[in-house]
């Protein structure tokens, strides 16, 4: 990971993520901040899942999946994408956000930021696959936050 920094506001990196971002509860994506997009940036992605499930669901557990952001986006507010921004299908099988739901213990989730030279261009509601694939070869950077959340 290089320069570019991902961090929210409602909890520290590593921290246990608010109960009203959780699935069961108010279910809304917390705020996000962005810094130190590279220079050449057309676009970034942004991916939240829960590698944590792998045991309980069979598989890492993806919560949102946002592409098309545009590169001068500074901040993601609560409860709401960046104009412009396509949202991908989760693992609840919806379009947009589905909050922290831990079937058996504390998960570590993961908000994974990519910056990239492109856009990708993919129908809305494409899975985090279709997004993984498409900028495979042209990202410039990245940058990650976890949170923690328990049932």
Known sequence: MGELMLRSPAFEDGEKIPR???????????????????????????????????EPAGKIWDHWVVWDIEPNTSEIPE???????????????????????????????RFKLYALDTTLDLPPGSTKEDVRNSMKGHILDKAMLTGTYAP
């Open 20 to 54: 009203k971002y959780g699935y069961k509860e108010d279910d809304v994506n917390p705020p996000l901040k962005i810094s130190r997009i590279p220079a050449g940036a057309e676009s970034l992605a942004l991916v939240m899942d829960d590698p944590d499930a792998k």
């Open 79 to 109: 409860n709401s994408i960046p104009p412009g921004a396509m949202e991908g299908k989760n693992d609840y099988d919806k379009r947009g956000y589905g909050g922290p739901n831990p079937p058996d213990r504390e998960h570590t989730y």
